[in-house]
Nanobody
Framework: VQLQASGGGLVQAGGSLRLSCAAS????????MGWYRQTPEKQRDLVAS???????NYADSVKGRFTISTDKAENTMYLQMSSLKPEDTAVYYC????????????WGQGTQVTVSS
């Protein structure tokens, strides 16, 4: 399984970006999917996740500003980011997990998001 993340870039504070994560197979096969972010100073932290049933979960720091969603017809997961802050600057990674006896865990390559003040 391959995950291809895209959509990062440079944006001013208060602006918006939409990240995409395209999967090489049907996302119906995943138990849950999510977005993580990492800076050189911090570990990779969960930003938002969505289950196969559509249940979402967000880090407190992004609640009300970010929205995670999936398009099962396109096998793609999105992260709509609004009201961006400089502290949102990080490399964003998409993740997909599937429970098939044991957990299978897949990562996309990172996409850089830089928010200028």
């Amino acid at each position: 399984v391959q995950l291809q993340a895209s959509g990062g870039g440079l944006v001013q504070a208060g602006g918006s970006l939409r990240l995409s994560c395209a999967a090489s197979k049907s996302i119906f096969s995943f138990t849950n999917m999510g977005w993580y972010r990492q800076t050189p100073e911090k570990q990779r932290d969960l930003v938002a996740s969505i289950t196969s049933g559509g249940r979402t979960n967000y880090a407190d720091s992004v609640k009300g500003r970010f929205t995670i969603s999936t398009d099962k017809a396109e096998n793609t997961m999105y992260l709509q980011m609004s009201s961006l802050k400089p502290e949102d600057t990080a490399v964003y990674y998409c993740n997909a997990r599937a429970l098939r006896g044991t957990w299978e865990n897949y990562w996309g390559q990172g996409t850089q998001v830089t928010v200028s003040s």
